[in-house]
Nanobody
């Protein structure tokens, strides 16, 4: 059974930082690709960043230079370091795992999701 468990969300002031973690279990090897998504109140869930099994990264423009995604295969954990946060970053953040990278750009195709963690940035 595949499980993704996120942690690290919370309340932070604008300009602050948070690091989200996503622990993955049930996938037989580390050749999976990861995505971080977020859903702000009243908005659709959107892709934030991706990380391939070979550690290639992709970021949407609004987080480039502020967010960094990384992985520790020994711990089966993927991280999202978020710096210079602003109120527009307030959302529930989700991680997702897939063996097919293209699925990260088609949310409906993704099978494995975390439960989400709330990030709130105060002004």
């Amino acid at each position: 059974q595949v499980q993704l468990v996120e942690s690290g969300g919370g309340l932070v002031q604008a300009g602050g930082s948070l690091r989200l973690s996503c622990e993955v279990s049930g996938l037989t090897d580390s050749r999976y690709h990861m995505g971080w998504f977020r859903q702000a109140p009243g908005k659709e869930r959107e892709l934030v960043a991706t990380l391939t099994s070979s550690r290639s990264t992709y970021y949407v423009d609004v987080v480039k230079g502020r967010f960094t995604v990384s992985r520790d295969n020994a711990k089966n954990t993927v991280y999202l370091q978020m710096n210079s946060l602003n109120p527009d970053d307030t959302a529930v953040y989700y991680c997702a795992a897939t063996n097919y990278y293209s699925q990260l750009f088609n949310q409906r195709a993704l099978e494995y999701w975390g439960q989400g963690t709330q990030v709130t940035v105060s002004s």
